[in-house]
């Protein structure tokens, strides 16, 4: 599988650690400092499975050298690009037929949550009509549409599956006061429950911050 954009590898590793071979590929040496870090974690056996390589997304094909995955993930990028399509039609390309695309995006039809819990009511009613905000991160930040993204993976070859919210109740615990006890091993399978089947049904996942959409490649 190949992790475009992947970062320290917090998505990749794991899969590796199943027994997936992986490759992660981001633009900043930095990151993959951190990534060779947390590499040295996992057992010898999952650190042979893992190939770093430094490269933009949008020279993903290139920087592969045309090789083909199973799986390709781009979680959490796009939101940082003016625009999605060179990046996905470089995430289509290194599909392999049958293959699986997955992507974590901005939802563009929730941006006006964050600033109503946060009562920032001026800007709540601007991001009905907006796509940019700051992020968590404090960079500024472009949200896409789930229908948007199907029809570029559909322009690539790549079909649409299905379609899930993220985080939705996690991501707003700040703003009630609450805290989730993340060494409280009983109390965040609950949680993860509760988000698992928000993130499936209506109207629920149509408020999560971030959405994930899976796609299957077709036939070369």
Not at 32 to 48: C, F, I, V, Y
Not at 68 to 97: D, I, K
């Amino acid at each position: 599988m190949l992790d475009v954009g992947g970062g320290a590898g917090h998505q990749s590793f794991p899969l590796a650690h199943a027994g997936y071979d992986v490759t992660l590929l981001d633009p900043s040496s930095a990151m993959l400092d951190k990534a060779r870090q947390r590499l040295q974690q996992l057992p010898d056996e999952a650190q042979r499975r893992v190939t770093l390589v430094e490269a933009d997304g949008e020279n993903a094909d290139e920087a592969v050298n045309g090789q083909r995955f199973a799986a390709v993930l781009c979680h959490g990028v796009l939101g940082y690009l003016e625009r999605p399509e060179p990046l996905l039609e470089q995430l289509c390309r290194c599909t392999a037929a049958g293959g699986v695309v997955s992507i974590m995006a901005g939802n563009a039809k929730a941006m006006a949550v964050r600033p109503a819990l946060e009562l920032r009511w001026d800007d709540a009613l601007a991001s009905f009509d907006t796509r940019g905000e700051v992020g968590v991160l404090g960079v500024p930040t472009r949200a896409d549409t789930v229908e948007e993204l199907s029809e570029l993976l559909r322009s690539c070859g790549v079909e649409p599956l299905r379609w899930y919210g993220v985080w939705l109740f996690v991501d707003w615990l700040d703003f009630s006061g609450a805290e989730l006890d993340s060494s409280d091993s009983k109390q965040v399978a609950a949680a993860a429950a509760v988000e698992l089947e928000a993130s499936r049904r209506d109207p629920y996942r149509q408020l999560s911050r971030v959405f994930h959409l899976v796609g299957r490649k077709g036939p070369s």
